[in-house]
């Protein structure tokens, strides 16, 4: 399977415990993106990198929050001292922009995600 | 205020009718995406329109994107219980926001859940 794959699937911690999350992207894709959806809403963008450069990020990550995608392939998303507003899904996605007409429609593919339950 | 509002929320319908969701914005956005989702897994991409009045088919599924890029529609001919899901739509920007075009995130509608009867 070719697709966006995440690591892992679920997660159950204690507030104040600090979890990173995994994504790895479709192969050829130089820009990865990470998004939270909570129960009954569309996903809300939180940060993209374009290869290892994070070029945009939301208000929505706070200092506890932190991405990174050191080589430019895989990218992890931590979250330190975690709290139960955090529980939530999070998901990634990944497209590959070579041209500007690409650039336009700009086609993300999302991965599983990975629900994390903060108790 | 969400910045794209689908409607409607919810849609509960029997197999055979049609139906159509609509994603409305008072914003512009470069590109559309429609996706659906299961529960417990991440969307998955079912059409992209960038042109405006852009009018895309996929099976039973047709797509539109509003001349002045701001609104979307999909609609469903004869569903099927497998259409059952959330449907999402997504615009890449706006691009007439203050701090200038976003080609990256995309932001979401609130979804609409549609569940079809056998």
């Known amino acids: 399977d070719t697709g966006v794959s995440q690591d892992p699937r679920h997660k159950i911690t204690k507030r104040g415990q600090n979890v990173t999350f995994r994504c790895d992207p479709i192969s050829e894709h130089n820009r990865l993106y990470w998004y939270r959806q909570t129960l009954g809403q569309g996903p809300e963008f939180l940060t993209y990198?374009?290869?290892?450069?994070?070029?945009?990020k939301s208000r929505l990550l706070s200092d506890r929050f932190s991405a990174e995608r050191p080589k430019g392939s895989f990218s992890t998303l931590e979250i330190q001292r975690t709290e139960q507003g955090d529980s939530a899904m999070y998901l990634c996605?990944?497209?590959?922009?070579?041209?500007?007409?690409?650039?336009?429609?700009?086609?993300?593919?999302f991965g599983p995600g990975t629900r994390l339950t903060v108790l | 205020t969400q910045l794209l509002e689908q409607s409607p929320q919810f849609l509960s319908i029997q197999e055979g009718e049609n139906l159509t969701v609509y994603c409305n914005s008072s914003s512009v956005f470069s590109s559309l995406q429609w996706y659906r989702q299961e529960p417990g897994e991440g969307p998955v991409l079912l059409v992209t329109v960038v042109t405006g009045g852009e009018v895309k088919k996929l099976k039973r599924l047709t797509f539109q994107f509003g001349d002045a890029r701001k609104d979307s529609s999909l609609h469903i001919t004869a569903a099927q219980p497998g259409d059952t899901g959330l449907y999402l739509c997504a615009g890449q920007g706006p691009m007439d926001k203050p701090g200038g075009t976003s080609y990256g995130k995309l932001t979401f509608g609130q979804g609409t859940i549609l569940t079809v009867h056998p």
């Open positions: 990198f374009q290869n290892e450069a994070q070029l945009e």
């Open positions: 996605a990944s497209s590959l922009i070579t041209s500007g007409w690409g650039l336009m429609k700009n086609e993300q593919f």
